[in-house]
């Protein structure tokens, strides 16, 4: 089946640093890739949508220059969360889809930031 | 997207089979109806998708009325491990963004 993995799956900074997390389809060429956030208790939240070679498309309330997404393959999307601060601490969960599989959302890991 | 309503928790017992009904009145001609599970710091994992009537694979059936403004996801025999928070979610398989509710929490106990 479609695997999509990321990395790190853990990761503790400080406040003000930034911190990219990579996220990757492993067996699959990912038309589109998509970037969540989850705080403790709750549901996912869809911050962006990413496609391969274009400008990822935000959705309302993210800070597009806080959270740097980069699509540069169909493999490959990256978050970058510049300057972050505690209130970033969350879980962050891509995911990714191909027209090939009825788009179908296959989900990676998750990673667990944590601000100092 | 449709709005979805379900259940925010659901107890069970080992073995025992769990229905989670979700509403979607406003569902649209194009929809179709996906449950993913999620498990704590993991991403959720689909479960199963449908459109009509009723599916069935490996894992859970779904059962889909003729007027599709509800489901509902069958686990049958649950275990300890079944315990997660499935999410139910309806779009058109042409929209690629998922919304997400806040899910039902399932906790099965021995």
């Known amino acids: 089946g479609a695997v999509v993995s990321q990395h790190p799956s853990r990761v503790i900074c400080k406040s003000g640093t930034s911190v990219k997390i990579e996220c990757r389809s492993l067996?699959?060429?990912?038309?589109?890739m998509f970037w969540y956030r989850q705080f403790p208790k709750k549901s996912l939240m869809l911050m962006a949508t990413s496609n391969e070679g274009s400008k990822a498309t935000y959705e309302q309330g993210v800070e597009k220059d806080k959270f740097l997404i980069n699509h540069a393959s169909l493999t490959l999307s990256t978050l970058t969360v510049t300057s972050a601060h505690p209130e970033d601490s969350s879980f962050y969960i891509c995911?990714?889809?191909?027209?090939?599989?009825?788009?179908?959302?296959?989900f990676g890991p998750g990673t667990r930031l944590t601000v100092l | 997207l449709a709005k979805t309503t379900q259940p925010i928790s659901m107890d069970s017992y080992e073995g025992q089979e769990v229905n989670i009904t979700c509403s979607h009145n406003n569902i649209a001609t194009n929809d179709y109806i996906t449950w993913y599970q999620q498990f704590p710091s993991q991403g959720p994992r689909f479960i199963i998708q449908g459109y009509k009537t009723k599916v069935t694979n490996e894992v859970a059936s779904l059962f889909i009325p003729a007027d599709r403004k509800s489901s509902t996801l069958s686990l049958p025999r649950v275990s300890l491990s079944d315990t997660a928070v499935y999410y139910c979610?309806?779009?058109?398989?042409?929209?690629?963004?998922?919304?997400f509710g806040a899910g039902t929490t399932v906790t099965v106990r021995a």
């Open positions: 979610l309806v779009g058109d398989s042409n929209d690629y963004k998922l919304s």
């Open positions: 067996d699959f060429q990912a038309t589109t």
């Open positions: 995911s990714a889809t191909t027209y090939l599989t009825n788009n179908e959302q296959f």
